[in-house]
């Protein structure tokens, strides 16, 4: 059916008028809501705002899929078990270019655009920085217009929300569908069908060849709920594409469970129990039968999915590779690897060494982590009950993957077991992560350290199998959300210089180095970091009731709580100034506060207990009234997306203080960078580069080396030494044993003082005292506000390198051969009507 799209154009549902723009509004709020105004409650008119503003997006959204349509292009699908995408209202607002317009039009009705912008519950579909990195991915691969797909779960319940109760963390479900949600829309009629269990069989098709057909045990739905990634001030609105999963009704209640009603109903909720919940569990595998359902789940609707398409664009199935690159965000997804294997041999019936190079040349596998812990593996005996199909093909996988290896190494048994994609040392597992080495053209890490380390330790059989597949793609955050939305002020002063070209092109940044030697742009930049910090001050009063001064240094440290990113190290200094400034008052520090935030995975008692020892402490030194108010610690409840927009640009410093060759690469140090705040770090992940970019003298660096940190560990680590020989580190872990922080409680920190004292695997007694010292450096430099000001500019006028558009291009030209795909507008040639 031909169709004239023009009179869309100028409808009161699209159209960018101020008058179209209210009249869409009340509109929506008649005819989706169900309401006029008088009784209209602020979720009312949040939907009825989100609903105008999405009206607008869906013009692009269905051009650009025509566009695509027609282009053929390749495509690039990141499959991802998580996307932490935060609230999309403010971002699409941005990325349309009518922030201001928008919020004219709202007030003019008499309503406060600020709350019904915060009323939207934000989507945590993910737990850290690797769900955050998708979301940025996403966002800059609209920008760039390069066709892309984002695949994963809906999950129903998110990231849990995070209360503190009597210092201890609590969790709640985070239920963000309760209320609606605007930005999706179902697209029941692509639904796929999943398998699970059971078994395999073997048969002889028509041509007299041995095939085998997988009889599953159950089946379940995937249903796509697609939401619309607007790219900046472009036309190119992209897919965010997440499963849900749901009880296929004529498999349960006919076929199996008749007369059984009860037992069908139970079905429907195994089913539908898939994508109900996010494993809170950051770096840490929860080996849970559901988890695995749920990867396979979603790799397995997405890469039916792109079948599907393929068969729509007439394009031959042994093309595939060349329509999809397929990234793998961590192990998650790797059963990817042994799925489109499956499709390709038993569904396709396509030769295993024509399967086998399309598998390879599809995907492309990026590691997250150097933690041992994190590395996914599978016992056999749960992986066969839940794959049994996967299991068979993954054994001729790794069958003729040693039998090259053989070849190469002639004799070297020991090679062979560790490149193993078996784990047969005692119980067995399935090593994801040689599945996704062995399945990927291109294996890369997230920062140049990283990828170094990567080649060096935990990959390092792979890399001398096939060095050429390795490469780094350091990580990067989208100055849209991290500067614009959440920053308007510093962003409208670096407009106001330099025009707006640096939100698309961040190094132009760097235009304004010779600001940083000019008084009045210095006075200007200290004025908007205060107002954001006395705007933080007021939101944290009212979270926790704690005043701070916005005068003081703001000190964050805000991230996953994980032993290895260290927040307890943090906690030993705070201990050692309290303790010094008891003694001397009048030492000369700036007064400071001291602020963290993050989640503890609810399974994770030691990381729980760091945040009571957080807590503790603040309670203490907050209502000691020798400080006279020169140190305060707040613990910030619930670190999210939402929280972290008013974070980064009311901070001064950020503390990246992970043992060296523990952290990947980082984000929220780029985000903390971007919007002004000093580093105080190790030369770990990206902090490295960071300091590279942004210059030695703008850096504050202590601690070991990752080499040191390896030479330490292998010439023997003996933490009780350091407490012996340092004797403001034995008083400050005696302050800790004796109770002075828990109430007379000698035992509540004492597994945590224990640990560090007998084994500190994260080494904090070997960096103490270079922590210290680094801290006492900063703290004269923040007296020096002069100084620290034109530290502050260069920071962010020199981090155009974190741009997640830097990533995304390389990612393009170097892993994905992906082009941008510009969007015609339907109807732009025709008359508006
Ligand atoms: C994180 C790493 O811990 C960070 O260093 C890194 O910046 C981000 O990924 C993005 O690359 N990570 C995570 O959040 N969850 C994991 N399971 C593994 C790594």
Redesign the pocket.
């Known amino acids: 059916m031909e169709q004239n799209t023009a009179p869309y154009r100028e409808h009161n549902r699209t159209s960018l008028t101020k008058e179209k723009l209210k009249q869409g509004f009340l509109d929506n709020l008649y005819f989706i809501q169900g309401k006029f105004p008088t009784l209209a409650s602020r979720n009312d008119y949040y939907l009825a705002l989100a609903y105008t503003i999405r009206d607008r997006m869906l013009h692009r959204w269905i051009s650009t899929a025509t566009n695509y349509y027609e282009s053929g292009a390749r495509t690039v699908c990141y499959l991802s078990a998580e996307f932490l995408m935060g609230p999309h209202l403010g971002n699409n607002l941005v990325n349309m270019g009518i922030f201001g317009m928008v919020k004219e039009v709202v007030e003019e009705l008499g309503l406060n655009f600020e709350e019904l912008l915060a009323q939207e519950e934000e989507p945590g579909l993910g ?5 955050r ?1 998708a979301a940025c991915f996403i966002d800059s691969l609209a920008t760039l217009e390069i066709p892309a797909l984002g695949y994963g779960i809906r999950y129903e319940f998110g990231i849990f929300e995070q209360t503190i109760v009597d210092g201890w963390q609590m969790e709640k479900t985070d239920k963000w569908l309760r209320n609606g949600n605007p930005w999706e829309v179902p697209r029941p009629e692509w639904a796929q069908e999943v398998r699970l269990g059971g078994h395999t069989e073997q048969y002889t098709d028509e041509n007299g060849r041995l095939r085998v057909r997988w009889v599953p045990a159950k089946i379940v739905l995937g249903i796509p709920y697609d939401t619309p990634i607007l790219g900046y001030r472009t036309n190119t609105a992209n897919t965010l594409r997440l499963w849900k999963s749901e009880a296929p009704e004529s498999f349960d209640f006919e076929v199996f469970n008749r007369g059984d009603y009860y037992g069908a109903v139970d079905q429907k909720v195994t089913s539908e129990n898939i994508s109900k919940v996010l494993y809170p569990n ?2 840490q595998l929860s080996g849970k039968q559901l988890r695995l359902e749920q990867q396979y789940f979603f790799v397995s609707c997405s890469l039916r999915d792109m079948l599907r398409v393929l068969a729509i664009q007439n394009i031959p199935l042994s093309r595939f590779h060349e329509k999809f690159a397929v990234q793998l965000n ?1 192990t998650h997804p790797a059963i990817a690897v042994a799925e489109l294997m499956r499709l390709l041999l038993d569904e396709y019936l396509v030769d295993w060494d024509d399967a086998w190079e399309i598998t390879q040349r599809t995907f492309a596998y990026t590691n ?2 150097l933690l041992p812990e ?1 590395l996914e593996q599978w016992p056999l005996p749960l992986f066969a009950s839940v794959l049994p199909r996967h299991l068979e093909i993954i054994f001729e996988i790794n069958s003729r993957f040693l039998d090259e290896v053989r070849i190469k190494f002639l004799g070297d048994e020991a090679r062979l077991a560790r490149l193993s994609l078996i784990n047969e040392g005692g119980e067995r597992y399935v090593r994801m992560a040689h599945l996704a080495c062995v399945g990927s053209h291109a294996i890369n890490g ?1 920062a140049e350290l990283h990828s170094e380390l990567l080649k060096q330790d935990v990959l390092k059989d792979f890399y001398e199998l096939w060095p050429e597949k390795f490469r780094n793609k350091t ?1 990067g955050v989208t100055p849209r959300r991290w500067m614009i939305l959440s920053n308007p002020s510093l962003a409208s002063l670096v407009s106001d210089r330099i025009g707006n070209g640096w939100v698309r092109d961040l190094e132009q940044l760097r235009q304004l180095e010779p600001m940083a030697d000019d008084a009045d742009f210095r006075k200007e930049w200290w004025d908007v970091k205060r107002a954001n910090k006395v705007a933080f001050a007021q939101y944290i009063f009212k979270r926790t009731g704690i005043l701070v001064d916005p005068e003081s240094m703001f000190d964050f440290q805000v991230k ?1 709580i994980h032993e290895y990113k260290r927040q307890h190290l943090n906690v030993l200094h705070i201990i050692s100034l309290y303790r010094r400034l008891k003694e001397n008052p009048n030492l000369e520090v700036p007064p400071r506060t001291f602020l963290f935030g993050g989640k503890a995975a609810p399974g994770y008692h030691t990381a729980k207990r760091m945040i009571k020892l957080i807590t503790s402490v603040g309670e203490v030194i907050n209502r000691d009234p020798d400080i006279r108010d020169r140190i305060k610690v707040v613990f910030v409840p619930n670190f999210n997306v939402t929280t972290g927009q008013k974070i980064y640009p009311a901070a001064d410093l950020s503390e990246q203080i992970s043992t060296a060759g523990k ?5 929220g140090n780029m985000k903390f960078s971007m919007n002004g705040a000093l580093t105080i770090g190790t030369l770990d ?2 902090n490295v580069e960071i300091r590279e970019e942004v210059g030695a003298e703008n850096f504050f660096l202590f601690g070991l080396t990752a080499d040191e940190v390896y030479a330490l560990r292998a010439s023997g680590y003996h933490p009780y030494d350091y407490y012996n020989t340092n004797p403001h580190l034995k008083d400050v872990i005696d302050l800790l044993r004796g109770g002075s922080f828990s109430r007379g409680d000698a035992d509540l920190f004492r597994g945590l003082t224990d640990g560090l004292l007998h084994h500190d695997p994260y080494l904090l007694f070997a960096d103490f005292q270079s922590y210290v010292d680094c801290q006492e450096e900063v703290s004269r430099a923040y007296l020096d506000r002069d100084h620290w000001t034109r530290m502050s500019i260069l920071n962010a006028v020199r981090s155009g390198k974190f741009s997640s558009d830097r990533s995304i291009r390389q990612y393009c030209e170097d892993i994905w051969k992906a082009e941008p795909v510009p969007i015609t507008l339907l109807g732009q040639n025709e008359e508006p009507t």
Not at 663 to 667: D, I, K, L, Q, V
């Open positions: 737990n850290g920085g690797l769900g990195l950051d770096e961590d997250h982590t994190a997230v990580n996953r952290e990947a690469s980082g984000t992940g990206a």
